[in-house]
């Protein structure tokens, strides 16, 4: 981010166009949607599960572990609209009863496969684990406000509402950290 910027001040997020939305682009239905979303932040748990194994500083990887616990809030927040919108309970196999992705358990915030990402991060500094950790909360920051503004019904969009906020939060933790530390 140039001249210390901010995304939610301005500034975008860079990378490939429309990667995390491209997965909402097929979903019709308000459960779809929700089912998409709870499988990016599958990814995006999953993805910073592995990170505190990368760093070396024992305060990075406090605030590393404190976004796996949060992106298993949001899973639990999607659960309770699933629940809220339809009336029912999800399924033993939910996500995957609503929606099929090829790349579904590997997939996160941002549009990027977890395994990918963590191959590349492989043996790289700290500053460029940060600076991925940030590139995807801002997209998941992007997102959520798009999921919010296209749809119709109020339920699911004050979930993405609090979900984009919640990434705001992540990524100005992130950002507060990595000002210190780098």
């Known amino acids: 981010m140039q001249g210390g910027m901010r995304a939610w001040e301005g500034g975008v997020a860079e990378g490939v166009p429309g990667a995390g939305t491209a997965y909402f682009t097929a979903a019709g239905k308000p459960e779809e949607v929700i089912a998409l979303a709870w499988i990016l932040e599958e990814g995006s748990r999953r993805f910073y599960s592995e990170l505190p194994s990368?760093?070396?500083?024992?305060?990075?990887?406090?605030?590393?572990?404190?976004?796996?616990t949060a992106e298993e809030h949001h899973k639990a927040s999607l659960v309770n609209l699933y629940k809220t919108y339809t009336g029912e309970e999800p399924g033993p196999d939910f996500p995957g009863s609503i929606v099929q992705t090829e790349a579904s358990g590997d997939i996160m915030e941002g549009g990027m496969r977890v395994s990918e990402a963590l191959k590349w991060l492989k043996g790289k500094n700290s500053e460029t684990i940060f600076e991925l950790a940030m590139a995807l909360e801002t997209n998941a920051y992007d997102l959520y406000i798009k999921m919010s503004r296209q749809l119709k019904d109020a339920r699911p969009r004050e979930v993405?509402?609090?979900?984009?906020?919640?990434?705001?939060?992540?990524?100005?933790?992130?950002?507060?950290?990595?000002?210190?530390?780098?």
């Open 54 to 68: 990368l760093v070396a500083d024992e305060e990075t990887k406090r605030l590393f572990s404190g976004l796996t």
């Open 160 to 182: 993405f509402d609090r979900l984009s906020k919640e990434e705001k939060k992540h990524l100005e933790l992130l950002a507060a950290l990595f000002e210190r530390k780098v």
